[in-house]
């Protein structure tokens, strides 16, 4: 490890110093035995993508380094990560995959019901997205005695509420899916009482002043105002517009696996 690091920072310094040392990918693939390398900080190649919303490269990056990992190296964080990629990318084939990879040996796990969920409404499954929606809610209420207004006095609060808000949101909207391909009325009830619930918690969020910025993407502009998805989804069943039409919330992405604990 020691000597294949000499080379790689010889290398670098020598033949491919340009402002700065650098190697490119294909010699460090020959000369990583023995070493570790990390994801590097913001100015890493994946991070600098995504920062960019250049999924496609981040991707590439993202997926040269797990194939490059041995398998026994290869974590859960790592391949949910990978799957959110291919999910912003709007692969949504590939990020069922490996959602559904993870949650074959983690079926407790909310984040990845949540995941999973998102994945198939994309993929026109509602009916399996309802039952995975209905899964990552079960594993939040069984390990609170209930779920009612919580107080926002830290930064779980926030996640906590913020999470619940997204995933009431799309469960409602497969519910929503399934009431259009069924035309099953109860479906339809189903899919308003859990819009409310979402506009309820994100109304709660809003209220508390805690990092609004998180929130803008979660709104539509209806008529020159600001309309909560959630709310705007209450109006779609009351105004009897065509509930296919209800909004997912896509861009609240979990951090990382055990995000909501």
């Known amino acids: 490890g020691y000597e294949n690091l000499m080379k790689i920072v010889s290398a670098a310094s020598i033949d491919g110093f340009y402002y700065k040392p650098r190697v490119d990918h294909d010699f460090l693939r020959e000369h990583s035995e023995g070493l570790i390398a990390l994801s590097a900080c913001l100015g890493g190649e994946v991070q600098k993508n995504l920062l960019r919303d250049d999924y496609e490269k981040a991707k590439e990056h993202y997926q040269l380094a797990y194939d490059n990992l041995p398998p026994e190296l290869r974590g859960d964080k790592l391949l949910y990560n990978l799957s959110w990629i291919y999910y912003l990318n709007n692969e949504f084939d590939r990020a069922f995959e490996g959602f559904n990879a993870l949650f074959q040996k983690n079926p407790s796990n909310s984040v990845v019901s949540y995941a999973l969920g998102n994945s198939l409404l994309h993929l026109d499954r509602a009916n399996l997205a309802n039952g995975f929606y209905r899964n990552a809610l079960n594993q939040i209420l069984s390990r609170r005695e209930k779920l009612g207004r919580l107080e926002m006095r830290t930064e779980s609060d926030f996640f906590l509420l913020s999470y619940l808000a997204s995933l009431y949101n799309n469960m409602g909207v497969s519910?929503?899916?399934?009431?259009?391909?069924?035309?099953?009325?109860?479906?339809?009830?189903?899919a308003f009482k859990?819009?409310?619930?979402?506009?309820?918690?994100?109304?709660?969020?809003?209220?508390?002043?805690?990092?609004?910025?998180?929130?803008?993407?979660?709104?539509?502009?209806?008529?020159?105002?600001?309309?909560?998805?959630?709310?705007?989804?209450?109006?779609?069943i009351q105004s009897k517009r065509n509930l296919k039409d209800a909004v997912i919330i896509d861009d609240y992405i979990p951090k990382d696996i055990y995000y909501v604990r």
Do not use: C, P
Request: a negative charge.
């Open 175 to 190: 519910y929503a899916y399934n009431s259009t391909i069924e035309n099953n009325a109860q479906n339809e009830r189903e």
């Open 194 to 236: 859990n819009f409310v619930l979402a506009s309820e918690y994100f109304d709660q969020i809003r209220t508390s002043n805690i990092d609004l910025e998180r929130m803008e993407k979660r709104t539509i502009i209806l008529e020159n105002n600001n309309i909560g998805v959630a709310t705007y989804n209450v109006m779609a």
